[in-house]
Nanobody, 125 residues
Framework: QVHLLESGGGSVQAGGSLRLSCAASGNGYGNPYCIGWLRQAPGKEREGVAEIFTSNDGTAYADSVKGRFTIVHDSAKNMFYLQMNGLKPDDTAMYYC?????????????????WGQGTQVTVSS
C-alpha cells in the first residue's frame, strides 16, 4: 500500500504562485516509483499535469503547464512538490497526487494505482 498526502493548495490571483506538496509513504512505496500530479476542474475530466520517475528524476509535463509548473523530488524526505508559477484562472481545479510503479502517460489519467485526497487550487482573475 502507498499513502499519499497532499498539501499547499489555496487561493491566489492570476500571475501568482503556489507550491503543492505530496508526502509518499507506506510499505508498498519504494525506489523507483512514479509520482504524478493530476487535476480535475468542475465539469471536466481529470487530466495529467506532471509526473516524475524517481530512478532518474525524469519528468513529463502537459503542454498547458510547460514552462510554468515544475515537479520536484526530495528523495531524502520522500516528498514531491509541484511548483506552480504564472497561474491562470484555467488552472483552477482540485489537484491530486498519484503513484504507480511505472509512469503512465499523462494522457492516461486513469492509469494510476494510488491517489491522495486532493488539494484545491483556485486562481482568480
Amino acid at each position: 500500500q502507498v499513502h499519499l498526502l497532499e498539501s499547499g493548495g489555496g487561493s491566489v490571483q492570476a500571475g501568482g504562485s503556489l507550491r503543492l506538496s505530496c508526502a509518499a509513504s507506506g510499505n508498498g512505496y519504494g525506489n523507483p516509483y512514479c509520482i504524478g500530479w493530476l487535476r480535475q476542474a468542475p465539469g471536466k475530466e481529470r487530466e495529467g499535469v506532471a509526473e516524475i520517475f524517481t530512478s532518474n528524476d525524469g519528468t513529463a509535463y502537459a503542454d498547458s503547464v510547460k514552462g510554468r509548473f515544475t515537479i520536484v523530488h526530495d528523495s531524502a524526505k520522500n516528498m514531491f512538490y509541484l511548483q506552480m508559477n504564472g497561474l491562470k484562472p484555467d488552472d483552477t481545479a482540485m489537484y491530486y497526487c498519484a503513484a504507480h510503479p511505472r509512469c503512465p502517460t499523462l494522457r492516461n489519467s486513469r492509469g494510476w494505482l494510488y491517489w491522495g485526497q486532493g488539494t484545491q487550487v483556485t486562481v482568480s482573475s
